[in-house]
């Protein structure tokens, strides 16, 4: 009997659910700095960077962005449960409504007119730069 060296990953967001994600690696960034789990990984949790996430599967690499959260993996059921605000495949990244987004965010900022409301598009305006990244990076 083979060794199988592949897990599944779940994606959960405010707006919908991806499962059936295969993985034999993921790399993402937490607080703690950048790690990558593999298959068979003993129980972990740990809190998400916004950041771009690489996910390994049949010697493809694939990558995508989230806007933070949460990552639990799940040694007895061999899955990584990623709990984040957004996730989206670089591919999928429309850089210029982001650099537009951006904008519109920037000058939100500036005219905010409490502490929340600031940091909450300061977080915003944030995740909009890590997708313009993401795509520059690794979707040329």
């Given at each position: 009997?083979?060794?199988?060296?592949?897990?599944?990953?779940?994606i959960?967001?405010?707006?919908?659910?991806?499962d059936?994600?295969k993985a034999?690696?993921?790399?993402?960034?937490?607080?703690?700095?950048?790690?990558?789990?593999l298959?068979?990984?003993?129980?972990?949790?740990?809190?998400?960077?916004?950041?771009?996430?690489?996910i390994l599967?049949?010697?493809?690499?694939?990558?995508?962005?989230?806007?933070?959260?949460l990552?639990?993996?799940l040694?007895n059921?061999n899955?990584?449960?990623?709990?984040?605000?957004?996730?989206c495949?670089?591919?999928?990244?429309?850089?210029?409504?982001l650099?537009?987004?951006?904008?519109?965010?920037?000058?939100?900022?500036?005219?905010?007119?409490?502490?929340?409301e600031?940091?909450?598009?300061?977080?915003e305006?944030?995740?909009?730069?890590n997708?313009?990244?993401?795509?520059?990076?690794?979707?040329?």
């Amino acid at each position: 009997m083979a060794f199988d060296n592949s897990f599944n990953i779940k994606i959960v967001t405010p707006n919908k659910v991806i499962d059936g994600i295969k993985a034999e690696k993921l790399t993402v960034l937490t607080k703690e700095g950048m790690i990558s789990l593999l298959s068979h990984h003993v129980e972990y949790m740990t809190v998400l960077e916004i950041s771009t996430i690489e996910i390994l599967f049949n010697g493809e690499t694939t990558h995508y962005t989230i806007g933070g959260g949460l990552l639990r993996f799940l040694e007895n059921e061999n899955t990584a449960i990623l709990i984040v605000k957004s996730f989206c495949p670089v591919e999928e990244i429309n850089i210029y409504e982001l650099e537009k987004e951006k904008e519109n965010l920037s000058q939100k900022i500036k005219n905010s007119n409490s502490e929340i409301e600031h940091k909450a598009s300061e977080l915003e305006l944030k995740r909009a730069i890590n997708r313009i990244n993401a795509k520059k990076s690794f979707n040329k």
